[in-house]
């Protein structure tokens, strides 16, 4: 009985070394495209621009940034050292301007965003990666509110910037992403504008969303 129950245990052993796999890093999958929904919230600043480098004009009306945002849908590509994005979305800025405090006036302006991102990660952990991305933006007027102002907003916006922040892996298809922008823009909000010098607006961006990966 001894010698049967020896030569079943040698039979298991054989067949489950038998049936184990093992996978070299080229056997390992790499998912490389990715699409991701995504919102964001954004405030604007604005930057006041001398003629003469090193001469800031005297600026004697008030801006106040207010809160905007977007939503959209990404598609990255996993193409190293380098990953690159593509987004669609629909943006959103607000803020308030005028000669005086007692006199800002409200402007929400609505535009379509196509977005292209140069990116770079670094994996942290098995589920968390740092990523730094440089999108470059290209926005068209769709629609604007304003509080009894005549003056026409920007119909395209040009922007640079960079975004920070991290992945965190769900499964292996699911993660979560947050990242924290700049952005500067090369024109100004209004399309002709009442100053004698120029107001390139930027804004701090925080972005959200979840990437399913193909």
């Known amino acids: 009985m001894a010698k049967i129950s020896v030569i079943l245990a040698a039979l298991i052993a054989a067949t489950s070394l038998s049936a184990q796999v093992y996978y070299t890093d080229s056997d390992v999958r790499e998912r490389s495209l990715s699409v991701a929904p995504f919102v964001q919230a954004n405030t604007v600043f604005r930057r006041t621009v001398g003629e003469v480098v090193g001469t800031q004009p005297d600026v004697t009306d008030v801006f106040r940034g207010g809160l905007g945002g977007a939503y959209g849908l990404a598609v990255n590509a996993n193409i190293k050292p380098f990953r690159l994005g593509v987004d669609v979305a629909q943006n959103t800025f607000a803020y308030r301007q ?3 405090r007692e006199s ?3 402007t929400q ?3 379509l965003l196509l977005r292209g991102r140069l990116g770079f990660a670094t994996e942290v952990s098995d589920i968390t990666t740092l990523e730094v991305w440089v999108p470059i933006a290209y926005r068209r007027l769709q629609s ?3 509080d009894g102002i005549s003056s026409e ?3 395209t916006i040009t922007s640079a910037g960079i975004e920070l922040g991290s992945s965190i892996k769900l499964n292996e298809n699911w993660s979560w992403f947050g990242l924290v922008g700049l952005d500067n823009a090369f024109n100004e909000f209004e399309a002709s504008p009442v100053t004698a010098y120029k107001e390139y607006p930027l804004w701090v961006t925080l972005s959200s969303g979840i990437r399913y990966a193909l």
């Open 153 to 155: 907003v920007a119909k």
């Open 104 to 106: 800002l006036r409200r």
């Open 109 to 111: 302006s609505h535009y």
């Open 144 to 146: 604007v509110e304003r």
């Open 98 to 100: 005028g000669p005086d």
